[in-house]
């Protein structure tokens, strides 16, 4: 709840003692607008190496998916003006970059090179959350092709249900293959693109 840019501000002055891991804070959009701005501008007040990411899914899913300032519509689903996290960024002075984290491998490679030099920095990873997505469109219908997934065979240790751990995959023991559990996946299709084989299948609603 914004605590960590806090935190991170004091990590992100230890450069001077020696101290040489990246220091990397996270909220969400919702927190950044409550909560974390004040220590975004205190880490460029006092120059910290900190990278802020800002996971922007376009609402405050965690308690209900109420609007905030970004949202573009207030409480009583009235438009609203939009108050742009990028923009604040810019006002107090601090690098950003926004990135739709779904691209993974770009995604992966702009934290890296965000990481390389000193000073405040901040990351907005923006995608709208397939909770609100799928109230609007159908959801997608995301399902393993028995054929190809070839579990524990394929060398991929299980990525998908042991490492990359969406909760909507699961490991179905008798297979010995993964399976997606409908009820709980969104369609969001990230799965789809990280198995080496290609198993997971991703058909539009
Ligand atoms: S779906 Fe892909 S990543 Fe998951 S166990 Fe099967 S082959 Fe491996
Ligand atoms: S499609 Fe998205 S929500 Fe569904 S299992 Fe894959 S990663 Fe999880």
């Given at each position: 709840m914004g605590a960590g840019i806090g935190l991170a501000n004091g990590f992100g002055q230890l450069g001077q003692f020696a101290f040489n891991q990246p220091v990397v804070a996270v909220c969400g959009d919702s927190t950044f607008f409550h909560a974390a701005i004040p220590g975004l501008i205190n880490a460029r007040f006092n120059n910290s190496n900190v990278l802020m990411v800002v996971l922007d899914?376009?609402?405050?899913?965690?308690?209900?998916?109420q609007p905030h300032?970004?949202?573009?519509?207030d409480a009583l689903g009235r438009p609203a003006p939009v108050v742009e996290i990028e923009a604040i960024c810019k006002a107090i002075g601090v690098e950003v970059r926004v990135r739709d984290p779904f691209e993974v491998d770009q995604a992966i490679e702009e934290l890296y090179d965000m990481l390389q030099d000193g000073g405040a920095k901040v990351m907005v990873f923006r995608r709208k959350c397939f909770l609100i997505e799928s109230r609007e469109k159908a959801k997608p219908r995301v399902f393993v092709d028995p054929e190809k997934c070839i579990g524990d065979e394929c060398g991929c240790a299980r990525f998908c249900s042991?490492?990359?751990?969406?909760?909507?995959i699961i490991w179905d023991q008798e297979a010995k293959r993964a399976k997606i559990d409908e009820v709980v996946c969104t369609g969001c299709g990230v799965c789809a693109t990280l198995c080496p084989q290609g198993a997971i299948i991703v058909e539009e609603g």
């Amino acid at each position: 709840m914004g605590a960590g840019i806090g935190l991170a501000n004091g990590f992100g002055q230890l450069g001077q003692f020696a101290f040489n891991q990246p220091v990397v804070a996270v909220c969400g959009d919702s927190t950044f607008f409550h909560a974390a701005i004040p220590g975004l501008i205190n880490a460029r007040f006092n120059n910290s190496n900190v990278l802020m990411v800002v996971l922007d899914n376009g609402g405050t899913a965690m308690t209900g998916f109420q609007p905030h300032p970004g949202s573009g519509t207030d409480a009583l689903g009235r438009p609203a003006p939009v108050v742009e996290i990028e923009a604040i960024c810019k006002a107090i002075g601090v690098e950003v970059r926004v990135r739709d984290p779904f691209e993974v491998d770009q995604a992966i490679e702009e934290l890296y090179d965000m990481l390389q030099d000193g000073g405040a920095k901040v990351m907005v990873f923006r995608r709208k959350c397939f909770l609100i997505e799928s109230r609007e469109k159908a959801k997608p219908r995301v399902f393993v092709d028995p054929e190809k997934c070839i579990g524990d065979e394929c060398g991929c240790a299980r990525f998908c249900s042991r490492v990359f751990n969406c909760p909507g995959i699961i490991w179905d023991q008798e297979a010995k293959r993964a399976k997606i559990d409908e009820v709980v996946c969104t369609g969001c299709g990230v799965c789809a693109t990280l198995c080496p084989q290609g198993a997971i299948i991703v058909e539009e609603g």
